[in-house]
């Protein structure tokens, strides 16, 4: 069983259930936490390109970028305190994540979102005002707890309403906000930077507060899931959002099973430490290892410095700007093919052919980037050799959009069970954070080191990547939530630790 593919009829109970619209709208708003994650990494590249912001805040960087005779380009935004600005916000939502998993556990997922958006609106608000980097830095560790929240909660939330047949697409509507933000703020970025008076950025930083409103608003209204209600002990309520979500009232079976998991969680009373078990083992390694993955695949760094990426290769700001508008644009078209295809095709397929198209692209850039500049990072670029290396990144960006970019928030989210499922999704989020924190804080500084040889090294980690998900990922689509235990039974490598009875 080569790759432990699983075929989900042949394990799994098939429950009643389609497509409502109760069940579209509340997960549309749900993953609506999802704009103020995208809408950051947008914004924030954005104006760590814009002059009037690095003038005010990043002196030094500004003088370097104007003054510097050196013309390597790879070293020219090299600065510690400007990438300390980026990453802060992701240290302070790996820690949040940890907070945030024992309030969904307790209090349910949406007070978790509702809490998630008002402190980033905060966050929000003193970035728009801030008068000094102190400001700007209490700031993003406010938006950075706001994202951890919302990161930690909005995909279980989409997993446990969703029908298992739809499961996949609707989950991945949490990743389409993430690039609809993005996009939102590459536009914002880029109109912005027009403003004469040199107070556009402040536009854009404060423009964060309108998906803050959007998902703390929207979170006042969201019932929570069936799950979380017999979690905390509301079996009714639970038994009656059931049938309402899925549209029949034949739904006794995937109720008696959520309440066996209920009862097996309550079981649970330290949840971190049962997470270590050894039958365990699977969901252990997918929370650590796939969102490490995620951010090793460089997309954080295309995507939060992509007008940066594109103004150290020499194009105008104007058309930094615009080249981050384009591939935001890729983005958010690229996750629809997901949309569409996660729950006919299944997991597997999208992560492999993304993970080959990432890294044929990934070395097409490099290569291109090293041909005109070279390891003395001096040169220029022709316009059409710019658009070139422009669509590279768009194929690169395409490719994750469809395979790692969602399926890194989605599998994850689905293959946890009840008792260690808000445990597990913190740690899920927390590696994510952590992760994205590296690689923002040393992008720039390892961009001057290593050069064009960046593009190789995130290449190698697809490769890893790639075969790892060959070898150790089995097929989860259509398989409900509460039966996913079955795939690790059935997978070649997994099933010598789950079915075993050792703890340890």
Not at 428 to 433: A, G, R
Request: glycine fraction near 10%.
């Amino acid at each position: 069983m080569a790759g432990g593919v699983v075929i989900a009829s042949s394990i799994s109970k098939v429950y009643p259930g389609k497509m409502t619209l109760y069940v579209f709208v509340t997960c549309l708003v749900a993953s609506s936490g999802g704009l103020i994650f995208g809408y950051d990494i947008g914004i924030s590249g954005g104006i760590t390109s814009m002059d009037t912001f690095l003038q005010k805040f990043f002196p030094k960087v500004y003088y370097k970028e104007k003054h510097t005779l050196s013309n390597n380009q790879y070293c020219e935004f090299n600065s510690q305190l400007l990438t300390t600005f980026t990453s802060s916000l992701y240290l302070a939502a790996l820690v949040a994540s940890f907070l945030a998993s024992a309030v969904t556990r307790t209090f349910g997922r949406r007070i978790s979102m509702l809490g998630g958006g008002i402190i980033f609106l905060g966050g929000a608000a003193i970035n728009g005002g801030a008068k000094d980097v102190a400001m700007l830095i209490i700031g993003r560790i406010l938006l950075g707890i706001g994202i951890g929240f919302a990161n930690q909660s909005v995909p279980l939330y989409l997993s446990e309403m969703a029908p298992a047949k739809l499961r996949g697409m609707l989950n991945i509507a949490f990743q389409l906000m993430i690039t609809i933000g993005n996009f939102i703020a590459n536009l914002v970025n880029y109109s912005t930077n027009k403003i004469e008076g040199g107070w556009g950025w402040r536009l854009g930083l404060g423009l964060a507060a309108v998906p803050a409103i959007i998902i703390t608003v929207g979170s006042l209204f969201l019932p929570d899931t069936p799950n979380s209600l017999i979690e905390r002990g509301h079996n009714e309520q639970a038994m009656s959002m059931l049938r309402k979500i899925r549209g029949t009232d034949d739904i006794k079976a995937e109720y008696d099973d959520l309440v066996v998991a209920s009862k097996d969680s309550q079981l649970v009373k330290h949840p971190w430490s049962t997470l270590l078990q050894r039958k365990y083992r699977p969901q252990l390694c997918m929370s650590l290892l796939i969102p490490s993955f995620q951010q090793l695949t460089g997309i954080n760094v295309v995507m939060f410095y992509a007008p940066v990426l594109f103004k150290t290769l020499g194009f105008g700001n104007d058309a930094s700007l615009m080249s981050a508008v384009i591939s935001g644009l890729v983005n958010v078209i690229a996750t629809f093919v997901s949309i569409i295809t996660v729950d006919k095709v299944g997991r597997r397929v999208l992560f492999l052919q993304g993970g080959v198209q990432m890294v044929i692209s990934q070395i097409l850039v490099g290569t291109l980037i090293g041909i005109k500049f070279g390891t003395t990072g001096q040169g220029e670029i022709p316009k059409t050799y710019a658009i070139f290396v422009v669509v590279c990144i768009c194929v690169f960006v395409s490719a994750f959009a469809w395979s790692w970019g969602p399926l890194g928030w989605l599998v994850p989210s689905e293959i946890f069970p009840l008792e260690i499922r808000s445990a597990a999704q913190s740690i899920n989020v927390s590696v994510n954070m952590f992760f994205t924190f590296v690689v923002a804080q040393i992008f720039l500084s390892l961009l001057c080191h290593l050069k064009f040889g960046l593009f190789y090294f995130f290449a190698a980690w697809e490769v890893a990547m790639t075969v790892f998900i060959a070898l150790f990922l089995p097929e989860t689509k259509n398989i409900p939530i509460e039966e996913m235990g079955l795939v690790w039974k059935k997978h070649w490598f997994w099933s010598r630790y789950v079915n075993n009875d050792t703890d340890v």
